[in-house]
């Protein structure tokens, strides 16, 4: 399916908070080697790790498709929409 780069840019602000959500879960229960956590926190970051980690595959494989039906590079791309992603976030 081919994605607008409006849509890469929606898809990525997504991906960014859902890695953010995971870097403070992180923050938060600290590190599972000094201390033991709980089965709900161990499920809780593990549901937020694999939101991340799908979110980032998804639009990784849309900047690709998009590039390519484009005939852009793939990189150039990237960055763009990251670009883009990052500056709204610091708008809103």
Do not use: C, N
């Amino acid at each position: 399916m081919a994605h607008t780069f409006e849509e890469l840019v929606e898809m990525q602000k997504a991906a960014d908070q859902a890695h953010a959500q995971v870097i403070a879960l992180r923050d938060e229960y600290g590190p599972p080697t000094q201390q033991e956590w709980s089965e709900t926190r161990t499920a809780t970051y593990e549901t937020a790790w694999r939101a991340w980690r799908d979110l980032a595959r998804d639009i990784q494989a849309a900047v690709t498709e998009h590039a390519k039906d484009q005939g852009e590079l793939r990189h150039g791309v990237e960055v763009e929409v990251k670009k883009a992603a990052r500056h709204a976030e610091e708008e809103g």
